[in-house]
């Protein structure tokens, strides 16, 4: 038993990881911006399960919340594991989005966990324990038109963790680390972006019960790449053996410019 730090663990896919790790008996820090959301779910935590959970309201989009989360960890002996959830879509062409939001999603997705991952390895590796998760996206394998930014960004968390998970076995250290590339996944998501959930087959959709439980089983397994869901297995299967001619063809006819927004 050791000390999980969950980064968007306010709703959806954090929340669930946070849910998950606290029956395994976890102790949990929780970050978000949304202080009474972790407050709330702290306490509904600490008293079913009897455990430690800590909070911290954060915008890790911002240099402050980043230093404040890095600082944490670096204080937190017991790390045993970081999930790096925090993240959110934009849609429309890249150049008609505001660029503030497109810096935003840059500074949440590639900064945060590019500046957490390191204070969590530099606690973890001289321990010899503990595993870090980011979660990405099936959208770091499927470029699509509307949703530049996000594919761009989650593409780099999932190339990131394979470069890390090669050092870590280059070093012989125990130490895991998983890209986790969920397809769509009922979460709050899609509301924030403003997306009818009715406008995307329904069996496309995945419970983040499902994803997260695929998470967890497959760090057991040491895998370091994790796409739950057969049809998003296949999906990213025959769009990485693609020719890039005939995968850029195919994403020209993605639906998803029609307003169905990024998973
Ligand atoms: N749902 C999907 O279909 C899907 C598919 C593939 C990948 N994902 C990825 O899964 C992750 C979790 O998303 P979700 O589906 O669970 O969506 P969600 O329910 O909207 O959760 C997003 C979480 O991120 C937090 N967050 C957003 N901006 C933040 C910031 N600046 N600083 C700190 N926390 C911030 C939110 O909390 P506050 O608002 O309280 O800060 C919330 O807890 C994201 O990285 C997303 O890209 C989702």
Known sequence: MGTAIITGASSGIGETFARALAARGDSLVLIARRAERLD??????RQKHGITVDTLAADLATEEGQARAAALISATPS????????????????????????????RLHVMATMRLTHAALNVMIPRRQGAIINVASVAAFGRSSYNTSYCATKSWM?????????????????????????????SEFHDVLGVDRKSIAGWLWMKSEAVVADSLAAL?????LVIPGWFY?????????LPVALRVAVESRNPQRKGRGPR
């Open 220 to 224: 057991d397994r040491g895998k370091w």
């Open 233 to 241: 297995r296949a999906f990213v299967a025959v769009m990485t053996k």
């Open 40 to 45: 709330a779910l702290a306490a509904e935590l």
């Open 158 to 186: 999932t190339v990131f963790t394979e470069g890390l998970h090669l050092e870590l076995r280059d070093m012989g250290s125990p130490v895991q680390v998983q890209a986790l590339c969920p397809g769509f996944t009922y």
């Open 79 to 106: 790390l045993t594991l970081l999930v790096n959830n925090a993240g959110f879509g934009t849609r429309g062409y890249f150049h008609q989005c505001a660029l503030d939001k497109q810096e935003e999603m840059h």
